[in-house]
């Protein structure tokens, strides 16, 4: 500790140390050494160079110390290890491309992926499956690849991970599975990683540079710490404020399921598909649910305002259906939904029985209604880092009206 | 105005007994005040403080570098303290009579 404080002594300027140095020493000789010393004699020497030193000086060094900062923050960043598979769909699963996707990034596969591979063990332990789902969603890129022979129907399937044998090993699975339901040939097999993806460092580096930079910008603008502490205690009110508005805020949860028409005659299904949600969307319908699960009993308009939350969507030309409601209650979103999906299987049965078709149009459940954990509004870290954000602004804000006022003339009486 | 914990306000109401060194000013203080100066901040007061010609060096054979208070530096201690003072006494005046 004691070496350490000897050594801060060389952060202060060559003209100060010059004159105090030896009693400063003495002092310091006579002092019992903690933490809190070590931290009172770095900031007095800081204090001590910033005056003495430019404006372009201070403006230098806060950029440096964004580098700084940044440059440990994306040490932080962990890398994962990408492994990659390109395949060829077949000519028959190229128009079904869609729904087999929707398929193997079901929360029915993907769950049962994460417990056979023991995927997400930490995410598991404090997050709800769901999310753990969303987050593996999000680690599984499907993209085109433009192929070097010019072929069409060629895809990269990957999926990143910490570990590179995990990596691969995931890969490898979901890309057999793909293969299984679109009947194509696999033209590049899931690689081992051997270098992890790197962070985007040089950006991350470049927005420290600028942000450090134009800290110190405002730092000798409003000259000195006067401003800072304004602009704390603003930016925590701020906090605060957001926060209070966030917990008064009435919560929201959405639940959601998916429905797909696993049949081939895709063109031919999207009629019906379309005949089916526009029967469950009628008026006497909504009106039914409305009244079954007793929704918005004190509102006018409460099959508008049932309109306003369901959400029936049909998706990639008629080979899924998304089924998203919210509601304040988890329970009655998860319920309304089951509802939903229950008119429309119940309807593509009736549907396929009225037509007397060859062709079987019976939709099929994908994702059953989920029970939503966590409430997709208020988004409270949001709100909070909102409030932290207008109350620094309204800080910088008012340092600069301040500056300007007294640098206005006055007028003589 | 001066705040009553300020650093460089401290050292002069320290001085203002005798001379003293580093070392002798952060017990006085903290004797007095119940304010613990760290040496980073006392030297930053000191570095001011003798900047202004509010106090003085003493000829010392020791390491420990002593400090006496100047004239000027008495002549505004005197004034600061009498801001003080003023607002001491309102402040009790307005109490008594709330």
Known sequence: ?413 | MTRNNDPALLVLASLAEGDKHGYAMMEDIERFSSIRLGPGTLYGAITRLEQNGWIAPVPSEDRRQPYTLTALGRKSLENELETLDNVLKTALKRLKHA
């Open chain 1, 1 to 413: 500790m004691r070496r350490a404080l000897n050594a801060l002594i060389s952060l202060y300027p060559k003209t100060w140390r010059n004159r105090y140095k030896n009693e400063f020493c003495a002092l310091l000789d006579d002092v019992s050494p903690t933490w809190r010393t070590l931290f009172d004699v770095f900031g007095g020497a800081l204090k001590m160079q910033m005056k003495i030193w430019s404006p372009w000086k201070i403006v230098v060094a806060f950029a440096v110390a964004g580098v700084v900062l940044a440059i440990a923050f994306s040490l932080l960043i962990p890398n994962p290890y990408v492994s990659m598979a390109i395949v060829k769909i077949g000519d028959a699963g190229r128009g079904q491309l869609a729904g087999t996707l929707a398929r193997v990034v079901s929360r029915a596969n993907l769950t049962r992926l994460i417990n056979e591979e023991d995927l997400y063990k930490n995410e598991r332990a404090h997050m709800p499956i769901e999310d753990v789902i969303e987050q593996m969603k999000k680690d599984i890129m499907v993209t085109p690849v433009e192929s070097m022979t010019g072929e069409l129907g060629v895809i990269g399937i990957s999926f990143a991970s910490a570990d590179a044998a995990g990596a691969q090993r995931i890969t490898q699975r979901l890309t057999s599975q793909f293969l299984d339901v679109s009947a194509g040939t696999m033209l590049d097999p899931a690689s081992l990683p051997i270098h992890p993806r790197r962070p985007k460092r040089p950006v991350i580096i470049a927005a420290g540079l600028v942000a450090g930079g134009l800290a110190g910008a405002l730092f000798v603008f409003f000259n000195g710490l006067k401003v800072w502490k304004i602009a704390a205690g603003l930016g925590i009110a701020g906090a605060i404020a957001g926060a209070a508005v966030a917990f008064v805020l009435p919560e929201r949860f959405i639940s959601g399921a998916v429905i797909t028409y696993p049949g081939p005659d895709l063109a031919a299904a999207g009629d019906h598909v379309r005949q089916i949600v526009a029967t469950v969307n009628s008026d006497a319908n909504l009106r039914a649910i409305v009244q079954r699960f007793n929704l918005y009993p004190n509102e006018s308009g409460r099959e508008r305002r049932l309109v306003e939350h369901l959400h029936i969507e049909i998706v990639r030309n008629g080979s899924a259906i998304v089924i998203r409601f919210d509601d304040r209650n988890r329970y009655v979103a998860q319920k309304v939904v089951a509802d939903v999906v229950g008119r429309l299987l119940e309807e593509s049965i009736n549907d396929h029985v009225r037509s007397g078709s060859q062709v079987n149009f019976t939709l099929e459940l994908l994702d059953p209604p989920t029970l939503p954990q966590n409430a997709y509004f208020p988004k409270r870290p949001m709100v909070v880092g909102t409030g932290l954000f207008v109350g620094l602004v309204g800080a910088i804000m008012l340092g600069v009206w301040r500056h300007f006022k007294k640098s206005l003339p006055v007028v003589a009486a």
